[in-house]
Nanobody
Framework: QVQLVESGGGLVQAGGSLRLSCAASGRTFSSYAMGWFRQAPGKEREFVAG????????DYADSAKGRFTISRDNAKNTVYLQMNSLKPEDTAVYYCAVGGTAWPSRRARDNDFWGQGTQVTVSS
């Protein structure tokens, strides 16, 4: 049974940092892209960042560029999202996902497996 478990969310003041982790189990995902999405109340789920199977290629939403860094450790079947200079508008539930191919997709429907989400709240 495939499981993705996110951790690292919490409450932080604007300008602060958080590091999200997503540990996958049940199969090896080293051949597949992984990514992070987020969903704020009343809004659609949106792409945040994605990383290719090897970690050699990354993609970021404009809102994340320069502030967030995605990385992965295939030996640990884990993907990370380092978030710096957080803003109140970053408040959302953050989900990790495993893509259907080796390259990240910004479309939620292209991702096959999802975690349960972790809440990130940024206070002003």
């Amino acid at each position: 049974q495939v499981q993705l478990v996110e951790s690292g969310g919490g409450l932080v003041q604007a300008g602060g940092s958080l590091r999200l982790s997503c540990a996958a189990s049940g199969r090896t995902f080293s051949s597949y892209a992984m990514g992070w999405f987020r969903q704020a109340p009343g809004k659609e789920r949106e792409f945040v960042a994605g990383i290719s199977w090897s970690g050699g290629s990354t993609d970021y939403a404009d809102s994340a560029k320069g502030r967030f860094t995605i990385s992965r450790d295939n030996a640990k079947n884990t993907v990370y999202l380092q978030m710096n200079s957080l803003k109140p508008e970053d408040t959302a539930v953050y989900y990790c996902a495993v893509g259907g191919t080796a390259w990240p997709s910004r479309r939620a429907r292209d991702n096959d497996f999802w975690g349960q989400g972790t809440q990130v709240t940024v206070s002003s």
